[in-house]
């Protein structure tokens, strides 16, 4: 069988984020949208409690919110982290979502790539490449020309598909699902297909194993490198200029920073175990364990920053952060997680010098004032 865990494959092609351009637009705030009269030139990155696009982009759209709704074209790609998400146009490249409750009603020229909670392709949608699912229930009503690959609980096809290639709990072939290839699923239960299905090609039951799978490491990292990821992606946009700075100084002097951070992991500890055994000291010792906190969580999404900014250094001879490097950044710590011995090493190298890097921010921030 030739299937291939969708978090593999997630990992190894659906991640790519486009580099940020002169002419990309960027929006924060409560509810974003772009109206039908309007038009964004370049890309647009957003990050809110709403976004709703009803003018065309020409570019990409990066976009993070509780509910995001794509109602124009879109002339490169999407990359989506939302609660609700709708496609409702036309996407000229591909399509990257996590979302809980996912749509696509419209023609996409590239591939899908979705990690969610329910994923609905309707009659209306057109997609040229493949669509990659991680997902709790997914129901596909409309033609995908390539394959479908990846994990789910329930699927139900009733349109026309290139071939499928999933692991499932239960697998369904609608009155109106055509498959043009074949069919081949790893399940417990055997496929529902109804009269009217039309597979051209063979069908293939593997049956689930019962025993942890062997790609449960991979789908743990996975799901934790786009985690990440967006973490950082998220951080990148709302204060980009401020990173890039915090990047360049923090890897100008690596062992200066690496330095510091060792000390605050020894020192702030014991400090605040100290300040807290008296009363008179016990509001600051609160007070400074949760900014320690608050550095720990902070330094886990800035690891991919300044790993990508060292891969930026040392292959592109540039100083610059863009969405590109951080992607690759967080690549690469994810990758270290598995490399016996010199892996963990390295990352807790770069976790001390990130740390250090906060702190010399806020020094330097303070000594500014």
Known sequence: MKFVPAF????????????AKAETVVRTGEAISIADDQRVEGNFYALGS??????????????????????????????????????????????????????????VAGSVFVVGGRVSILSTATIEGDVLLVAGEAVIEGVVKGDVLGVAERVRVDGAIGALDMKVVGLTLGDRAIVTGDVAYTSQTDIVRAPGAQVAGTITKSDLVTTESTSSPYRGAAMAFLVSLFASLSIYLVLKRPLSLYARQ??????REGFIGFGLLVAVPVAIMILMVSVLGLFLGLSLLAIFLMMLVLALPLMNVIAGTLIGRTFQNTHEVNTLLITLGALAVQMMLFVPVIGPILLFILFLVTIGGVATGIYRLLKSQ
């Open 8 to 19: 593999i494959i997630i990992a190894l092609f659906g991640v790519y984020v486009p580099t």
């Open 50 to 107: 709403t976004v709703s696009l009803s003018g065309a982009v020409a570019g990409d759209v990066v976009a993070a919110a509780g509910t995001v709704s794509i109602n124009a074209p879109i002339e490169h790609d999407v990359l989506v982290l939302g609660g609700t998400v709708g496609v409702n146009a036309t996407v000229t490249e591909d399509v990257r979502i996590i979302g809980g409750d996912v749509t696509i009603a419209d023609h």
């Open 250 to 255: 923090a890897t100008d002097n690596i062992a």
